[in-house]
């Protein structure tokens, strides 16, 4: 997997930063490969994040996320390097990522990563 995916992510200043509030975003159309089958994979990301300086920018996000859709990688794998690279970018106060996968074969995983600074 290419290191530079996190290169194309894009922040603003956070218009409150003196504030704590939350932010949260949805992506129901997350795409990947299975390593092992080469089966594509499908999931819902859903970001929860209280800002400190900087915010993401939504467009840059979806850039970013459209590079796993022929990256193989697991489930476990996807949603800690998707926290850790949106995390290293925004730096935010904390951050959860909620990757829930379709069901394939019967089973359905969820996967919940967190970051606190």
Do not use: W
């Amino acid at each position: 997997m290419s290191d530079n995916f996190r290169d194309v992510l894009e922040t603003f200043d956070n218009p409150h930063p003196g504030r704590d509030y939350t932010i949260e975003i949805v992506c129901p159309e997350f795409t990947s490969v299975c390593p092992k089958t080469g089966q594509p994979d499908f999931g819902t990301l859903t970001f929860t994040y209280v800002p400190e300086a900087k915010c993401v920018e939504l467009k840059s996000l979806k850039l970013y996320l459209q590079q796993y859709r022929n990256e193989g990688i697991f489930y476990e794998a996807a949603a800690n390097r998707i926290l850790d690279d949106l995390a290293a970018v925004v730096r935010p106060r904390k951050m959860t990522l909620v990757a829930a996968f379709t069901a394939r074969g019967g089973i359905i995983t969820t996967v919940t990563a967190t970051f606190e600074a």
